[in-house]
């Protein structure tokens, strides 16, 4: 979008090119538009201001009233919550409280227009190639968590009962998204398959009620099968299977 300036810049470019013998279109092409936006800029006799910012527009069928908006951020504001980036706030509504209110885009989208959100810097190490894959995914999960002191501890005593309670929070309270947003122990006692199909219902409810709101697919309710961070190519795993 050109603003009204430099458009009437453009404009005076183009009249003192033609006063010294250039073509209308010419002058245009010089300046990178064609001349049908040059008669469209100065249609009326002055140069005309873009309308598309102050163009009212009819409201989409899928937009959230203010009413709706409250409700989304409702949940965001509680304490237990606020910590916890939208993806999590989605589906620990459904496993808790039985809610499906929106998508985690929706969250996302209410979130920002309200500026409520925040973004804590991060204490990630800049330009370090990822050579362990584990380590690495750990590391970064470990330093997201809220409770993480940026300042150190201050001996081996803290410093393990940090780490035992991080380690408890992410095998029992942590979603992780490649296993579709349930935690470790879920997966390993097998309860993300009841957990997963209940979600499914939930969304199946919501798209029934508001179909105008869903562009796609329902968010994948299977359980995940086999979970890497490093997936071996088919053919090292053949050959391994072969020398066994």
């Not at 209410?110 to 380590?135: E, T």
Request: glycine share 4%; aromatic share 8%; with cysteine.
């Amino acid at each position: 979008m050109i603003s009204i300036e430099d458009r009437q810049k453009a404009v005076t470019l183009i009249a003192e090119a033609c006063q010294h013998g250039a073509s209308c279109t010419a002058a245009c092409g010089i300046l990178g538009i064609s001349i049908r936006t040059h008669q469209r800029w100065t249609r009326e006799g002055g140069v005309n201001a873009d309308q598309r910012p102050v163009v009212e527009r009819p409201r989409p069928a899928n937009a959230l009233t203010a009413e709706e908006e409250a409700d989304r951020l409702a949940p965001c504001h509680r304490p237990e919550f606020a910590d916890l980036p939208p993806d999590q706030i989605v589906v620990r509504l459904m496993d808790e409280e039985r809610l499906y209110l929106a998508s985690v885009s929706s969250f996302y989208r209410v979130l920002r227009k309200h500026g409520d959100l925040q973004i804590a810097p991060s204490f990630s190490r800049p330009r370090v190639s990822n050579d362990n894959a584990f380590s690495e995914v750990l590391f970064k999960t470990c330093k997201y968590v809220p409770g993480y002191l940026a300042s150190g501890f201050t001996g081996l005593t803290e410093a393990r009962q940090w780490v035992h309670s991080f380690a408890q929070w992410y095998n029992y309270t942590h979603r992780h998204s490649a296993l579709r947003y349930v935690t470790p122990a879920q997966r390993h006692s097998g309860e993300d398959t009841a957990i997963l199909a209940h979600r499914h219902n939930l969304n199946q409810a919501a798209r029934a009620a508001k179909p105008e709101r869903w562009s796609g697919n329902t968010r994948n309710g299977t359980p995940a099968a086999v979970v890497t961070l490093n997936p071996e190519r088919k053919e090292a795993l053949v050959a391994m299977e072969v020398a066994a």
